[in-house]
Nanobody, 126 residues
Framework: QVQLVESGGGLVQAGDSLRLSCAAS????????MGWFRQAPGKEREFVAR???????????SYAGSMKGRSAISRDNAKNMVYLHIDSLEPSDTAVYYC????????????????WGQGTQVTVSS
């Protein structure tokens, strides 16, 4: 099992940058594919970014279209951490951001993930 705790959310202004962190506990963290998702009020949870673990092509990333070019997902297996850096934040980025873990591929859909954190709120003011 994997336990996940997100941090780094808050209130920011449009155009700002933000780095979200996800601390994982449990065994074999390095083998898990890790993803970030977000859910805005009244909307479904949507994929943001994914990074493969050692079971896939370790370190291979994938991004939602709206996040390409202004976000970066990374991981530090020695520290059991996953990060999501977002630049040029927009009010439409306002959502609760979730970290998740799975052994499935391609790991770009919420239903593939077994383990979820509690989420961290990001609010972008205009």
């Amino acid at each position: 099992q994997v336990q996940l705790v997100e941090s780094g959310g808050g209130l920011v202004q449009a155009g700002d940058s933000l780095r979200l962190s996800c601390a994982a506990s449990g065994r074999s963290f390095g083998g898990y594919n890790m993803g970030w998702f977000r859910q805005a009020p009244g909307k479904e949870r949507e994929f943001v970014a994914r990074i493969y673990g050692s079971g896939g092509s370790g370190g291979t990333t994938s991004y939602a279209g709206s996040m390409k070019g202004r976000s970066a997902i990374s991981r530090d297996n020695a520290k059991n951490m996953v990060y999501l850096h977002i630049d040029s934040l927009e009010p439409s980025d306002t959502a609760v951001y979730y970290c998740a873990a799975t052994n499935s591929f391609p790991a770009t859909h919420a239903q593939e993930y077994n383990y979820w954190g509690q989420g961290t709120q990001v609010t972008v003011s205009s």
